[in-house]
């Protein structure tokens, strides 16, 4: 099939794997580097070998770019996106979807009436682990499922992220960041989610960015830094401790915190899903790759399970390449819109949960994503990606 051809709005962080994997699938291509610094959108593409560096607006209006990719902070990640699909573009984002119930809303209901595709990271579930996870699960080897727990508990990213402070406003936390990882995943697993309950709190009113961060090092005024340090303020809830529960019975346990510096648990299986026959240690669900272990009723060892899928590399960008898929093809494809609005929804949700005192049900809905056969995409990786992990 032709690629489809991508503009890729935002370069931070992340986007470096993106425009590895993309120019390495073999459906996609990006055509067009936008970011509000147009000096370094114009460094990134002759980078990457992108012919386009443009400013948002041109990229929006350019009429080569069918998709774009948003990779901004998570406050834009709803109006960017928005103002894409009024551009009569698809797109597809990193997470989360949007900060607020109306802004994902509003995305979801503009492609939908403008027949355009709405996709959203993280698209990890799609990865060796996770497949292989489900497989193990719709087969059977633990039996029915009845709960999961689930945890992400690390000091905060100002320890390496270069500007950190924007995890810190509205719209930031480590649930909003980290928590699309975990409920998306475990969506994945044991399909959507009824209602929640939770609690939530900022533990530091201040933090501070240590002089080993590369930012320190980027600064020219280090004599003062060293002397004060950079503090940020804190305006969201740090520490969750949240309940889930599925529409399909199990209940689950999600911790999600920038404030534990340290603790001591398998960092391989930070998901556990119990069965009414055994138990299941499901790998990172920030990674592609990882082993999954079977601990069966009666049985005193773990049994590691054999890997079904392939992409257990950093394959970001896989959710992209099925969406891209579907705009060729037609059909579905597996990190929508709908599935981003839900996890969005139980994320939102813990916290008002918390500050109300009640659980929360949840109105938004969404299916339980299609499992991946393991011969899916085998072929849209040259061989500078593996397929297998």
């Known amino acids: ?19 590895k994997n993309l120019r390495a699938f073999s459906a996609t291509e ?39 990719l948003n990779l901004t902070i998570p406050a834009a990640h709803g109006p960017v996106s928005l103002r894409a699909l009024e551009s009569g573009k698809h797109v597809y984002g990193e997470k989360p979807l949007a900060t607020s119930r109306s802004q994902a809303s509003a995305l979801v209901e503009a492609a939908k009436q403008s027949n355009l595709r709405v996709g959203c990271a993280p698209d990890t579930f799609l990865g060796a682990g996770l497949q292989t996870a489900r497989k193990a ?25 270069p500007n950190p402070s924007f995890f810190y406003q509205q719209g930031g936390g480590p649930m909003l960041d980290m928590g699309p990882y975990y409920i998306t995943a475990l969506i994945h697993l044991l399909g959507p989610i009824s209602r929640v309950s939770g609690f939530a709190r900022p ?22 830094f060293r002397e004060t340090g950079e503090l940020m303020h804190v305006e969201t809830p ?9 529409a399909s019975g199990p209940i689950a346990q999600f911790g999600a915190s920038f404030d534990v510096w340290r603790h001591k648990y398998d960092w391989a299986h930070p998901i556990v899903i119990f069965g009414s026959e055994g138990t299941l240690l499901v790998p990172d669900p920030n990674s592609f790759s990882g082993a999954v272990l079977v601990g069966a009723k009666g049985k005193d060892d773990w049994t590691e399970v054999e ?13 992209l390449l099925d969406m891209a898929h579907a705009i060729r093809n037609g059909g579905d494809f597996r990190a929508n819109g709908d599935l981003a609005f839900h996890v969005l929804d139980a994320m939102l949700s813990v916290q008002e949960a ?31 990606i593996a397929w297998r992990g």
């Open 1 to 19: 099939m032709d690629p489809v051809r991508i503009g890729v709005i935002g370069v931070g962080n992340i986007s470096g794997i993106y425009f």
């Open 30 to 68: 990006v055509v067009s580097v936008a970011d509000i610094d147009l000096e370094r959108a114009t460094v990134v593409a002759a980078e990457q070998g992108v012919a386009q560096a443009q400013t948002v607006d041109d990229l929006l209006a350019n009429p080569d770019v069918e998709v774009v």
């Open 137 to 161: 699960i719709d087969a059977g080897l633990i039996g029915e499922p009845i709960g999961a727990q689930a945890q992400f508990l690390a000091g905060g990213p100002e320890s390496w992220h």
């Open 203 to 224: 533990s530091f009113v201040e933090r501070l960015i240590p002089l080993t961060n590369e930012s320190f090092y980027k600064r020219e005024d280090k004599a003062a």
């Open 238 to 246: 740090t520490h969750y401790v949240g309940a889930l529960e599925f």
């Open 307 to 319: 890997v079904t899928h392939g992409f257990g590399d950093n394959s970001r960008g896989i959710g």
């Open 354 to 384: 918390s500050e109300s005192g009640a659980y929360r049900v949840l109105e938004s809905g969404t299916a339980r994503p299609a499992a991946l056969s393991p011969e899916d995409y085998a072929d849209a990786i040259p061989d500078v």
